[in-house]
């Protein structure tokens, strides 16, 4: 019997979750070799408005392409954050963007101001999504950083591989931060155990 | 790395331009709609580099009438809409119909009626893509579930609509054509590809409406010394209007010959643990998938149960669903509709085993546990 | 042989499609005919040329004459047009529209095929109603006249098809009367040698229906009615707008340069190359 692991990248239109749930496909499907699909879900909105962006991988064929129960949930705003939690998995992984989401429905939730970081770090907040999936990449087994890269480049615009890369690599060190930190607060360290496969 | 293999991750939108493109498309004429615009977005980048046309025009009536004149030019031709857009084409479908025109029509459907839902999945358009256009008409209609079958099924929309010289339809719904999936290209030379028979007669003898045992008279395209007359209305053996009775009946019935004649050319569909199954699911598009979870669920719990999926819409695939409603006690067709293949299924059933809907119209696709709890609801 | 019957042998089909659907004293005949003097005197060969309607008398013409022909669906003629010239560009393509067909029904097309600017060469028939369902007025039935679905009078204003033509970006317009049946194929012909989109308005009568309903008189009367109020272009030009309230402007509106659809996607597809996409 095959695994089946499901993502769902949510937020507001414009903050590249669709961007980002291609790169994180292509990164598993090409690069791990896995079965995967990619779904989105958006409103006629082209900016606002609620999006999500949807990945579910496995190692045999996908039937049902949408998630189920989510094993990972990326959320980049409050109201997604609302929205999808009741969809997580129980032991299932949160991401929020700290920077938007203030009103964090498990202590178990990694927080990392994305935002905040893509901004500080970078001087560009619209990269918060790849800071997401760097953080994304030290959340989960199936997918390796250098097949994030790989992927990555391929799918940003030209000019903007630098800040991208960059931006892969601050996400996934602030994600093993904020791991220590939640190990050191004696907060079960569910993420690779009972999400792992 | 997965691209020498040619393996990529592509939209069910950009594997039906591809599709296109590998099975010698050359002419595309649109409006933007939402959900099918990435097919002409992509089309308009490929299009000019290998030579051919991409035009956007000024509605969908216009871009039917310019795919449909590509293709008198000899020019493999194609468009691609949503349901208000689908809507708009019904009239020169017609026309392809009647004249006989090869095209391919791509309709990703949305949930409607009118403007409905432009971002949700439906499969609110299985009816109109069957009877959309005014008049008897016979009609091939193509859905697809995945992103391969994408590329797979738009080849073979093709290849249909040159083989029987006639509009084919095919099925997308914004699922399927906005999901990524992985999708092995296959080399050039491995695809099969059917040119339309074009007259080897010199044009004095040419018949251009001539029956044939094929019951599909070859095409010769415009410019090419066969000058000959090209109708929508109701024609003679050379294309020549006409109002006697023994050349309108023959016509007609002609059309549906050649489409009729071919049944087993044309249909197409999967079956999945079907063997044993006591329930068997029949559905289409991206119901299908759902279907075929449900199916390995059902099983885990020791119900059997099976999934007829299929790929070829109309002209209605009898056999195989007379074959399922005789092995079953069941049959369970699952739709985004308020039941339109249902119909059919019954009708051909014809009260072999009991026929149960699952409709679902809300904008989202239909879960494998919505189909399990019918399967195990229906099967206690 | 006189010149007409050396023609009528040339380029009209004589398999089965005689007697034609124009009623005796229709203007169609004239338009068809004044088309074929163009067609000749330029030499294009019958191979080369598309001939296209849609739907109405005027969609009728195309079946009795030796080109590719195609009889569309009712005011959809030049998005076909648009389809063949862009697959085939080596063909001369034409369409033949009724008012109606142009203008009411056709009407969106019309104005995008003039701003597209795609080298097609539009005729239109306007004889001023729906002639073939059975008198119904068109977009340039005349205010105040009668039809049978403006029994008591009309009250809409009508279209100047030309005009229109002329400010949706047409490169080539003109105006002519079947009364002036060698002007006319003197107009066509320039039409069919201009490079772009080019359209030629043919003032016909229709008196079967709309001289019957408002009381014309015969075709020969009609016709007549056409002399008498044409005034060529360069003369209107000093006249004021009341002076020339229900006349008939003719010869050629416009004439312009303007770059071609082909042309300009032709360098979208070398750029294509290029870049390799």
């Not at chain 2, 094929?214 to 090209?230: C, D, N, Q």
């Not at chain 3, 012909?189 to 016909?204: D, H, R």
Request: glycine share 10%; net charge neutral; charged share 20%.
């Amino acid at each position: 019997m095959g695994y089946r692991y499901e993502i769902r990248l949510s937020g507001s239109g414009g903050q590249g979750l669709i961007l980002i749930g291609i790169i994180l496909a292509e990164a598993m499907g090409l690069y791990e070799g896995l079965h995967v699909v990619q779904t989105q879900s958006y409103g006629p909105e082209a900016r606002g408005g609620a999006s999500k962006s949807e990945v579910v991988v496995s190692d045999e064929e996908i039937d049902y392409p949408k998630p189920q129960k989510v094993d990972l949930l990326l959320a980049m705003n409050q109201a997604s954050c609302d929205l999808y939690f009741p969809d997580l998995k129980e032991g299932g992984t949160l991401l929020v963007d700290s920077t938007f989401v203030n009103q964090i429905p498990s202590l178990r939730a990694v927080r990392i101001p994305l935002t905040k970081l893509a901004r500080e770090h970078l001087g560009r907040g619209m990269v918060a999504n790849i800071v997401a999936l760097g953080a994304i990449s030290e959340l989960t087994e199936l997918v390796n950083i250098t097949s994030l890269e790989s992927a990555l480049v391929g799918r940003v615009p030209k000019g903007t591989e630098e800040i991208n890369k960059r931006a892969l690599y601050l996400g996934k060190s602030e994600a093993e931060k904020a791991l220590k930190e939640m190990q050191g607060k004696e907060i079960v360290d569910y993420t690779l155990e009972e999400t792992a496969v | 790395m997965g691209a020498e293999r040619r393996e990529l991750l592509m939209q069910g939108n950009e594997a039906v331009a591809e599709g296109a493109l590998a099975a010698g498309c050359r002419f595309f004429a649109g409006y933007p709609i939402t959900p099918s615009t990435e097919i002409a977005e992509y089309l308009s980048v490929k299009l000019p580099h290998l030579g051919g046309t991409f035009i956007q025009m000024e509605d969908e009536l216009a871009s039917m009438g310019a795919v449909i004149g590509a293709s008198l030019a000899g020019v493999k031709a194609m468009t691609a809409t949503s349901g208000p857009g689908f809507s708009l084409m019904q009239e020169n479908i017609g026309f392809a119909c009647e004249a006989e025109v090869p095209c391919v029509v791509v309709n990703v459907m949305r949930g409607g009626p009118s403007t409905g839902l432009p971002t949700f999945p439906a499969q609110g358009d299985v009816m109109q893509a069957r009877w959309g256009t005014h008049g008897d008409h016979p009609i091939i209609v193509l859905s697809a579930a995945s992103v391969p079958e994408c590329f797979s099924l738009t080849v073979r929309a093709f290849n249909l609509s040159e083989r029987y010289r006639t509009p084919i339809i095919l099925l997308l719904d914004e699922v399927v054509a906005h999901m990524r999936e992985k999708i092995t290209m296959p080399p050039a030379e491995e695809l099969e590809i059917f040119n339309r028979v074009t007259p080897t007669v010199p044009p004095e003898w040419y018949i251009p409406y001539a029956d044939t045992p094929s019951g599909v008279p070859p095409m010769a395209p415009f410019g090419e010394g066969y000058r000959y007359h090209v109708t929508g209305l109701t024609h003679d053996i050379r294309g020549f209007p006409t109002a006697r009775d023994d050349e309108i009946g023959p016509f007609i019935k002609r059309l549906f010959r050649k489409i009729s004649q071919n049944f087993p050319d044309i249909h197409m569909s999967q079956t999945f643990r079907t063997e044993d199954a006591e329930i068997t699911v029949i559905a289409y598009g991206c119901v299908a998938r759902s279907a075929k979870r449900a199916v390995v669920e059902a099983r885990d719990r020791g119900l059997k149960a099976g999934l007829l999926k299929l790929m070829t819409v109309w002209p209605f695939d009898r056999s195989a669903v007379e074959q399922a409603a005789r092995r079953s006690k069941v049959v369970l067709v699952p739709e985004m509709n308020m039941g339109q293949i249902s119909r059919e299924v019954k009708r051909v059933n014809n009260g072999v085993s009991t026929v149960e809907t699952l409709n679902k119209v809300d904008g989202t696709l239909i879960t494998p546990g919505e189909i399990l709890e019918k399967i195990t609801e229906v099967l206690s | 042989m006189k010149e007409v019957t050396k023609l009528i042998h040339k380029y009209l089909r004589h398999d089965k499609k005689f007697p034609h659907v124009s009623c005796p004293g229709c203007g169609n005949g004239i338009i068809l005919g004044a088309l074929i003097r163009a067609i000749d005197r330029i030499g294009f060969a019958k191979d080369e040329i598309v001939l296209i309607s849609g739907i109405g008398c005027s969609g009728r013409m195309p079946v009795y004459v030796d080109f590719n022909t195609l009889h569309t669906t009712h005011g959809r003629a030049l998005t076909f047009a648009t389809g063949i010239k862009l697959a085939k560009p080596e063909l001369t393509v034409i369409v033949f529209m009724g008012d109606g067909d142009a203008t009411a029904i056709g009407g969106n097309h019309f104005i995008h095929a003039a701003r597209r600017n795609v080298d097609v060469s539009a005729i239109i028939f306007n004889n001023n109603i729906y002639g073939m369902t059975g008198g119904q007025f068109s977009p340039t039935t005349p205010y105040g006249m009668k039809a049978t679905t403006a029994p008591y009078w009309h009250i809409e204003h009508a279209f100047k098809i030309a005009e229109l033509a002329v400010t949706a970006g047409a490169v080539f317009v003109g105006r002519e009367t079947v009364y002036n049946a060698k002007g006319l194929d003197a107009l066509i012909e320039k039409a069919l040698l201009k490079k772009g989109f080019s359209v030629v308005e043919t003032i016909t009568h229709c008196h079967i229906q709309y001289g019957r309903y408002n009381r014309l008189g015969t075709a020969v009367d009609m016709l007549k009615w056409q002399r008498d109020n044409s005034i060529p272009v360069e003369k209107a030009q000093k006249l004021s707008s009341e002076e020339l309230e229900g006349k008939i402007i003719t010869g050629v509106l416009v004439d312009r340069e303007l770059p071609i659809y082909q042309h300009e996607y032709d360098r979208i597809r070398e750029r294509a190359r290029e870049i390799a996409v």
